[in-house]
């Protein structure tokens, strides 16, 4: 059952989006899920705007869409970087341990290009307002390293006329069996302390694998695939324990000459566009850019 979500909420008389749940049935699919999707109050006349395909945290086994953070979030996300938002629900784990997220993610990735193609029941705010050859899938914590194996994937798909032209990873919970020197100086944050990252990818991860399997740790297999994507944005904070990882994945995209702009801040703490507005616009000007400047590139 999918809770309705109010066109307009009139308890924000200064609401700056639109937002509405949308049932993802796939024709031959037996997962039912949602997405949730935001347009900005002030729509163009003319123009369409690019899609974010937005996916939220939770360390793989907690929180949705409907969380209140991530839902302000999306409606800020819509309004301050002009765009159609798709916030994507995904199943968790224990119960549904990994790749159940990533298919989920794909599953809704589908269905956008289905609805690109009219081959299901359009959706009248995607047809109006979105622009299907100017996608952005993007992640935060554990929905960056979802965003990341679900772009992979993408990558060896034909998804025309969709395309993807970028990925933005926001503080990618990312992980591995040998200790980064950020997590051990960060033991005990308060935010994600390591005890509490382990056991999210103990209940996350396929049974008895360790954090070295390619879902936790992305240099162990497939970084090859990362060419076939075009442009990539990270964003970390030195605060939170896991900027070294963000930082050496910046490093093997340069390595592998793949086009990568990356943001990383001083002080600030894990998950902390939920938290602080100011972070939160800072961060949302640096999505802005990316994505005119990739689109620039792509004219």
Not at 19 to 48: A, C, M, Q
Not at 122 to 147: K, R, T, Y
Not at 271 to 276: A, P, W
Request: charged share 20%; glycine share 6%.
């Amino acid at each position: 059952m999918v809770n309705a979500t109010p066109f307009w909420d009139p308890n924000q008389p200064n609401q700056v989006a639109f937002s509405k749940d949308v049932h993802i049935n796939l024709p031959g699919s037996k997962v039912k899920s949602f997405i949730r999707l935001y347009i900005p109050v002030e729509l163009p006349w003319k123009t369409k705007l690019p899609l974010i395909i937005y996916i939220h945290g939770g360390g793989f086994v907690s929180l949705s869409v409907a969380n209140v953070k991530f839902h302000d979030h999306c409606n800020n996300l819509a309004a301050q970087v002009r765009s159609v938002v798709a916030s994507v629900e995904y199943r968790l784990a224990p119960e549904h341990p990994l790749p159940a997220a990533y298919e989920d993610a794909l599953r809704a990735i589908h269905w956008i290009k289905s609805q690109a193609l009219y081959s299901l029941r359009p959706d009248p705010w995607l047809h109006q307002f979105a622009d299907f050859s100017s996608v952005f899938i993007m992640g935060e914590s554990s929905g960056g390293n979802i965003a990341y194996h679900v772009a992979l994937r993408a990558s060896e798909l034909d998804l025309r006329p969709m395309k993807i032209q970028g990925v933005l990873l926001d503080q990618p919970f990312f992980g591995g069996v040998e200790r980064t020197s950020s997590e051990l100086r960060l033991i005990e944050d308060p935010y994600l302390p390591l005890y509490m990252a382990d056991a999210y990818w103990s209940l996350a991860l396929p049974f008895q694998a360790n954090r070295d399997h390619e879902f936790c740790n992305p240099f162990i297999s497939g970084f090859e695939r990362v060419r076939r994507l075009p442009r990539w944005f990270v964003k970390d904070d030195e605060g939170d324990p896991l900027i070294d990882r963000s930082k050496e994945f910046v490093r093997m995209l340069e390595l592998n000459k793949v086009p990568v702009v990356y943001r990383f801040y001083p002080g600030g703490f894990h998950g902390i566009e939920l938290e602080n507005k100011t972070a939160a616009l800072a961060f949302f000007h640096d999505v802005k850019n990316f994505i005119y400047i990739t689109q620039a590139a792509e004219d």
